[in-house]
């Protein structure tokens, strides 16, 4: 690696540090720089996006269930499987992984 490359990697972690690294001071422009990461960006939209998508698919599966033709109490029967499977799904996976929900 050149002396140069060496130089802007120390700067760069240098710059990146946590507050309680640089000095033990915080200033409020650490947590703008949080705010403004490009990570912290897309996470917020994939986990929005995500939830936007979870719940709109719980709330609005019986009335597609219903258009179909079916009762309502049978939409809302029919519409439960997913969700059910996906508990016992993580259910089984949490006790192979030995953790637990409560």
Known sequence: MALTQ????KIRIEKDRPAL?????????????AFTSLHVMM???????NGTAM??????MPTIVNTL????????????GPFVAA????DLRSSVLNLSFT
């Open 87 to 90: 508990f016992v799904g993580a």
């Open 55 to 60: 719940y709109g698919l719980a709330v609005f």
């Open 6 to 9: 060496c130089r802007e990697i």
């Open 21 to 33: 690294l640089n000095g033990g001071y915080f200033h409020l422009k650490e947590v703008g720089r």
């Open 43 to 49: 996470l917020a939209l994939i986990s929005f996006f």
């Open 69 to 80: 033709g079916f009762s309502p109490i049978r939409s809302q029967l029919l519409a439960v």
